[in-house]
T-cell receptor
Framework: EDQVTQSPEALRLQEGESSSLNCSYTVSGLRGLFWYRQDPGKGPEFLFTLYSAGEEKEKERLKATLTKKESFLHITAPKPEDSATYLCAVLEGGGTSYGKLTFGQGTILTVHP | KAGVTQTPRYLIKTRGQQVTLSCSPISGHRSVSWYQQTPGQGLQFLFE???????NKGNFPGRFSGRQFSNSRSEMNVSTLELGDSALYLCASSSIGGSGTDTQYFGPGTRLTVL
């Protein structure tokens, strides 16, 4: 069964203090790994899709990377508005996993001014 | 393009009642997935529909059901509500084929409270 583990569970940063969030996964045949941001009471907001080991994607202060066992979300010089829960999810390849994302528990990021 | 929309945004029901939630996907998206989000269990997959057919189902009791219409709009129904069904119900849509395949875009969710 697919497993996704995110660490740390919570992370407090000062504004401008760069850090990384980790997502380790176990899946038999990765079709895609996804990062989302979720604000309280709202639906997850799509950030990145990564398909193969070695792939990297960037958006503003965020950069996502992928290896065969884990993904990192690097946050450079964060601002208070980056405070949110960051979710990682995997989609297994094959013909029986249609539309089923398996999510980690998320990392709650708080950025203090 | 308009995003995924879900109605209603909030619902309060009592135990034993049933509820129907609605989801309109992004225009052109034919796959719709449903998830339940609770503080203890996180986001859990309920089911996925494509072209009016349920292709995948998560580990939820038969009280949870859904359907998809020819315009790709989807509904989910929960019968005989239990207190533990209180959650944020999220709908996500994705395109099939082409760039960005499999990326799911989520709606704002329906907050269901069962009293």
């Amino acid at each position: 069964e697919d497993q996704v583990t995110q660490s740390p569970e919570a992370l407090r940063l000062q504004e401008g203090e760069s850090s990384s969030l980790n997502c380790s996964y176990t899946v038999s045949g990765l079709r895609g790994l996804f990062w989302y941001r979720q604000d309280p009471g709202k639906g997850p907001e799509f950030l990145f899709t990564l398909y193969s080991a070695g792939e990297e994607k960037e958006k503003e202060r965020l950069k996502a990377t992928l290896t065969k066992k884990e993904s990192f979300l690097h946050i450079t010089a964060p601002k208070p508005e980056d405070s949110a829960t960051y979710l990682c999810a995997v989609l297994e390849g094959g013909g029986t996993s249609y539309g089923k994302l398996t999510f980690g528990q998320g990392t709650i990021l708080t950025v203090h001014p | 393009k308009a995003g995924v929309t879900q109605t209603p945004r909030y619902l309060i029901k009592t135990r034993g009642q049933q509820v129907t939630l609605s989801c309109s996907p992004i225009s052109g998206h034919r796959s719709v997935s449903w998830y339940q989000q609770t503080p203890g269990q996180g986001l859990q997959f309920l089911f996925e529909y494509f072209s009016e057919t349920q292709r995948n189902k998560g580990n939820f009791p038969g009280r949870f059901s859904g359907r998809q219409f020819s315009n790709s709009r989807s509904e989910m129904n929960v019968s005989t509500l239990e207190l533990g069904d209180s959650a944020l119900y999220l709908c996500a849509s994705s395109s099939i084929g082409g760039s960005g395949t499999d990326t799911q875009y989520f709606g704002p969710g329906t907050r269901l409270t069962v009293l």
